[in-house]
C-alpha cells in the first residue's frame, strides 16, 4: 500500500496515546488509549474490538452483552452463540457457503468466517500492536497493525498474503454491532442512491435481491419511509447492500448530541458497504450495523454470481486499510486519508 510522502510522520507526531495489556470481562486484552478515546482488542479472538470509549462523552459505541464471562464457542461454532458483539472481521465470508474453485473447491467456509475466532500471533509495540492470523481451511495469512493516528483516529492496516499459485476469491467486512438511540442518523457518500435487500424479517425493504431508493423509499405498504435515521424502538430488522460500488470510502453513524463515530478506508480495495438495522427483533438489542466490505451479498460466491467479488492474486498481497474516527462535529459531508473528517 503506498502513502503519501511522510504520511505517517506527519500525522503521528503530536499523537500522545498508550498501548498496554490489560482485560475485558474475563480475558485479555490489548488496550489502546488515548486522551479522548480508548479501545480494547482482544488477541484471543480475533484482535475483535470489543469496547470503544469515548471519555469525552461516557459513550460506549459498541454493543455488549451484560454477563462477566465472555462467551467462547469452538472453531467453526455459530457465531450467534458465542459472544456476538463489538467489532470483528469478517473473512473469508459471512454466511457458511463451500469454496468453488479449484484446488480448494468444495471446502466448506466457516460461519462468520475464521478471523473472529482465531488466536493471533501478537505483538506489542510502543505506538501499536500486530495481529497476525494463519488460515485454517485456506493457506492464507493475515496481519492486523493498529496504530492511532491522533487522538480521535484509530488506524488498522490490513494485509492479506496468498502465498499460492492460485488466485483467492474472498469476502472481507468490517462487522460493527454499534449501539444506537433514534434519531441516529446514517451518513454516507451522496451518490449512493439505491440499495437491494438481502434479508428483512417483515420484506418492508423487500424480498431478497429487490431494491429501493436510498435514504427514502415507499415500502410495500404504500408507506414512505426515511431509512437513514434510527426510528423508534420495534421488531423489525433488516439488511442491504448499496447497489453500487463506492467512489468514496466511508460511512458514519452521527448521534443526536452530534457525535459521530466514523469508518473510513480505500474505495479501490473496499469498494461495498453494507448496512443492518435492528431496531429490537435480534435478541432485543436496538443497534446499527455498518459493514464496509470487499465484497457484497455475504458470500463470496454470490457476489462472484454478480460480478462482485474480491481476489487475492496468486502469490500477492492484498492491502487496505480501516481509520475509526470519533469526533463531535455538525455535518460530515467526507473523510480524509488521515481520518479526519470534512
Known amino acids: 500500500m503506498r502513502y503519501k510522502k511522510d504520511f505517517f510522520r506527519e500525522v503521528l507526531k503530536d499523537v500522545a496515546c498508550k498501548v498496554y495489556e490489560g482485560f475485558y470481562k474475563d480475558q485479555k486484552a490489548v488496550v489502546f488509549e488515548s486522551d479522548a478515546l480508548l479501545f480494547k482488542f482482544l488477541p484471543e479472538f480475533g484482535g475483535n474490538l470489543a469496547s470503544a470509549f469515548?471519555?469525552?462523552?461516557?459513550?460506549?459505541?459498541?454493543?455488549?452483552?451484560?454477563?462477566t464471562h465472555y462467551r467462547v464457542v469452538p472453531f467453526d461454532g455459530a457465531y450467534t452463540e458465542g459472544e456476538c458483539c463489538g467489532m470483528d472481521d469478517m473473512f473469508p465470508t459471512i454466511d457458511i457457503c463451500y469454496y468453488e474453485k479449484e484446488p480448494?473447491?468444495?471446502?466448506?467456509?466457516?460461519?462468520?468466517?475464521?478471523?473472529?475466532?482465531?488466536?493471533?500471533?501478537?505483538?506489542?509495540?510502543?505506538?501499536?500492536?500486530?495481529?497476525?492470523?494463519?488460515g485454517v481451511r485456506l493457506p492464507y495469512v493475515l496481519e492486523k497493525n493498529i496504530r492511532f493516528l491522533s487522538d480521535t483516529v484509530l488506524r488498522?492496516?490490513?494485509?492479506?498474503?496468498?502465498?499460492?499459485?492460485?488466485?483467492?476469491?474472498?469476502?472481507?467486512?468490517?462487522?460493527?454491532?454499534?449501539?444506537?438511540?433514534p434519531g441516529l442518523r446514517i451518513l454516507?457518500?451522496?451518490?449512493?442512491k439505491k440499495a437491494v435487500a438481502v434479508f428483512s424479517n417483515t420484506e418492508r425493504i423487500g424480498k431478497y435481491g429487490e431494491e429501493f431508493d436510498w435514504p427514502a423509499y415507499t415500502d410495500k405498504d404504500g408507506t414512505r419511509r426515511?431509512?437513514?435515521?434510527?426510528?423508534?424502538?420495534?421488531?423489525?430488522?433488516?439488511?442491504?447492500?448499496?447497489?453500487?460500488?463506492?467512489?468514496?470510502?466511508?460511512?458514519?453513524?452521527?448521534y443526536p448530541d452530534n457525535t459521530v463515530f466514523a469508518l473510513s478506508?480505500?474505495?479501490?480495495?473496499?469498494?461495498?458497504?453494507?448496512?443492518?438495522?435492528?431496531?429490537?427483533?435480534?435478541?432485543?438489542?436496538?443497534?446499527?450495523?455498518l459493514e464496509p466490505c470487499t465484497a457484497p451479498f455475504d458470500r463470496p460466491d454470490f457476489a462472484a454470481a454478480r460480478g462482485q467479488c474480491s481476489k487475492a492474486a496468486a502469490k500477492s498481497v492484498y492491502e487496505w486499510y480501516l481509520n475509526i474516527t470519533v469526533e463531535n462535529v455538525i455535518s460530515v459531508k467526507g473523510m480524509e486519508e488521515n481520518g479526519r473528517p470534512v
Not at 501478537?122 to 497476525?132: I, N
Not at 454516507?188 to 449512493?192: G, H, I, K, N, Y
Not at 435515521?229 to 467512489?247: H, T
Not at 448496512?275 to 443497534?287: A, K, M, V
Open 54 to 67: 469515548d471519555k469525552n462523552t461516557g459513550r460506549e459505541f459498541m454493543v455488549q452483552r451484560p454477563e
Open 104 to 134: 480448494w473447491a468444495g471446502v466448506k467456509l466457516a460461519d462468520h468466517g475464521e478471523i473472529w475466532n482465531l488466536k493471533a500471533e501478537t505483538t506489542l509495540r510502543k505506538d501499536g500492536a500486530a495481529f497476525v492470523f494463519h
Open 156 to 181: 488498522i492496516d490490513y494485509k492479506l498474503h496468498n502465498p499460492t499459485q492460485f488466485d483467492m476469491y474472498f469476502l472481507w467486512a468490517a462487522h460493527t454491532m454499534l449501539n444506537a438511540e
Open 188 to 192: 454516507v457518500p451522496d451518490d449512493l
Open 226 to 254: 426515511k431509512i437513514d435515521v434510527m426510528g423508534e424502538r420495534d421488531l423489525n430488522c433488516e439488511k442491504y447492500y448499496f447497489k453500487e460500488a463506492l467512489q468514496k470510502g466511508w460511512c458514519a453513524a452521527q
Open 265 to 289: 478506508f480505500p474505495a479501490e480495495k473496499v469498494p461495498y458497504l453494507g448496512i443492518l438495522h435492528n431496531l429490537g427483533s435480534f435478541r432485543g438489542i436496538y443497534n446499527l450495523f
